[in-house]
């Protein structure tokens, strides 16, 4: 079996880094941990916050208080300790029309009301459907996601031309941020070799940035993007009116944005879950998401989701506890009300050298040597869910992946369906039907019977079927009606009784027998009306 990138990683942890840890057990030194990874997922929230911030067309601390207060927020409350959320692309790509038309104070009511439909998601249990997302769109989740973080580095390595417009770095300041980029890396690569004492992207960013600030080393830096000075967030309602007007204005995006943060949130819910060994959780985590947005609108933030780079920053750091989450969000408001002159002192090159080591980390490399190895239909799977996350954004790409997969996953099944025959010593023809019965394989189905040649007496057993749908039912009803126009009897053997009671309605002969299977219909049909009812 194929496993999911953050399985492939966790593997290469030690069995005891893989336990979820015990409060009970917090020693100096798992505290030391947590607080370290903590540090160093805040350092790399900071680049991330404000060019998010940039994307949705806001200033930069709205996209690092949505940081901290969803961080916090979802890191007490949320349903998997060691993840991490805050301030992300995929939302702020949707945002940026929203501002752009109707300003600010309406992304602020936008982001209140994508948490209020995040509380009601978590409510209801919506979350227990992300199971129903098959592996290979799992895998081109991590693929595209990787791909994207990626891209997203490349802003670094543009600088303000002459005429204001952004360019392509050239030259020596070129070499120089590469040279630095590849320096962060192999520190992160080395560090765990030599010593555990210290997480290793924490390392690589103090190193780099250390060398930089003592040798005046020309080039860009946190500052260079903006100033993340500023004060506590402070409590705001959205100044837009209260009338109907508005919600129509905000109901469109606020849907869009609370599919795609509860997607990505769950979805990285389950691949940090095979790092930290624990399941469930997928209610609790969208009522954090929603508690966490709710506020956040409130508090003048942007709104966030769960964000994989930065959990997997946490992760590869030792954090496994809510603290590292915690503190991460207490350091960034830390950062933001005392340290703001230090940190953007920073060089993106250690910070772009870590998101490297992420994408490295997250892209599921393993899929592409199985390519030739899998069904054609998951590999295909696999490059269209890549595809689209990075053309057009995550929650169209699994829902497509989901649909194409329940799709072939349908045909599938509908070329399954076939009967074996034989003949009684009392002259009745017995079809004994293999494979499940459902919309997609009535036309199948209605095919194996030869109604004119068969004699007058014909059973068809379901003992290896499955009536599925109301389809299945209709289908059985048809065959009813081929055999009785021509005066031939119809016996149907191994129904379920759900299935006994809506074709006794039609006056169908059922043959009860003690091994009849014991399932239900997702339907309740009317024969005599041909209507759709409630499900059982």
């Not at 209260?242 to 943060?261: N, R």
């Not at 299935?499 to 006794?504: P, Y």
Request: net charge negative; glycine share 10%; proline share 4%.
């Amino acid at each position: 079996m194929v496993k999911p990138t953050l399985a492939a990683f966790a593997e290469r942890l030690s069995l005891a880094d893989r336990k979820p840890v015990d409060f009970a057990h917090f020693t100096p030194s798992r505290v030391k941990t947590e607080l370290l990874s903590g540090l160093t997922v805040a350092l790399a929230l900071v680049p991330e916050a404000v060019a998010f911030a940039f994307v949705a067309g806001v200033h930069p601390l709205v996209g690092l208080y949505a940081a901290f207060i969803v961080g916090l927020v979802t890191a007490v409350f949320g349903g998997r300790p060691g993840m991490i959320s805050g301030a992300t692309g995929a939302l702020a790509v949707v945002m940026v029309a929203l501002v752009a038309q109707h300003g600010v104070e309406y992304l602020f009511a936008t982001v209140v009301l994508m948490g209020v439909l995040q509380l009601l998601a978590g409510l209801f249990h919506l979350g227990r459907f992300i199971r129903l997302v098959p592996h290979p769109v799992m895998l081109g989740f991590v693929n595209g996601l990787a791909i994207v973080i990626f891209l997203a580095q490349m802003t670094q390595f543009q600088v303000a031309g002459t005429d204001g417009a952004r360019e392509w770095m050239t030259g020596w300041p070129l070499i120089l941020m590469l040279g630095l980029v590849w320096l962060t890396m192999m520190i992160i690569h080395f560090t765990p070799k030599i010593t555990n004492a210290i997480p290793a992207p924490l390392a690589a960013i103090a190193i780099v940035a250390g060398m930089v600030i003592v040798f005046g080393i020309d080039v860009p830096r946190v500052g260079d993007l903006a100033s993340i000075q500023g004060g506590l967030p402070s409590f705001h309602i959205p100044a837009v009116p209260l009338e109907l007007k508005t919600l129509e204005i905000i109901f469109p995006y606020a849907v869009i944005l609370a599919a795609i943060g509860l997607i990505e949130s769950l979805l990285t819910l389950n691949l940090v879950g095979e790092i930290t060994g624990e399941r469930g959780g997928a209610s609790k985590e969208c009522m954090a998401q929603g508690a966490a947005n709710t506020l956040t609108g409130f508090f003048g933030g942007m709104g966030g989701c769960a964000m994989i780079g930065q959990s997997m920053i946490n992760v590869k750091s030792g954090g496994r506890t809510r603290l590292s989450g915690i503190a991460a969000a207490l350091f960034l408001l830390i950062f933001i009300l005392f340290a703001s002159g230090l940190i953007e002192q920073i060089p993106l090159a250690a910070l772009v050298g870590v998101m490297f080591m992420v994408v490295i980390g997250t892209f599921a490399w393993q899929s592409l040597t199985i390519m030739r190895r899998i069904p054609l239909t998951d590999a295909m799977v696999i490059i269209l869910v890549t595809v689209v996350t990075v053309m057009t954004d995550l929650a169209i790409a699994v829902v497509v992946g989901v649909i194409v997969s329940a799709l072939a996953y349908a045909w599938n099944n509908a070329t399954r369906i076939q009967a074996e025959t034989h003949t009684t010593a009392e002259g009745a023809k017995v079809y004994q039907i293999e494979g499940p019965l459902f919309f997609g394989s009535t036309e199948g189905f209605s095919e194996i019977f030869t109604v004119d040649a068969d004699p007058g007496l014909v059973i068809v057993d379901f003992m290896n079927s499955r009536v599925v749908d109301q389809s299945a039912l209709q289908a059985i009803e048809d065959l009813a009606f081929r055999y009785e126009s021509r005066d031939k009897a119809l016996q149907l053997r191994h129904l379920s009784r759900d299935c006994h009671r809506l074709l006794n309605k039609a006056g169908q002969l059922i043959v009860d027998s003690d091994d009849d299977p014991e399932y239900g219909l997702p339907v309740d049909y009317s024969i005599k009306t041909g209507i759709l009812g409630g499900g059982h």
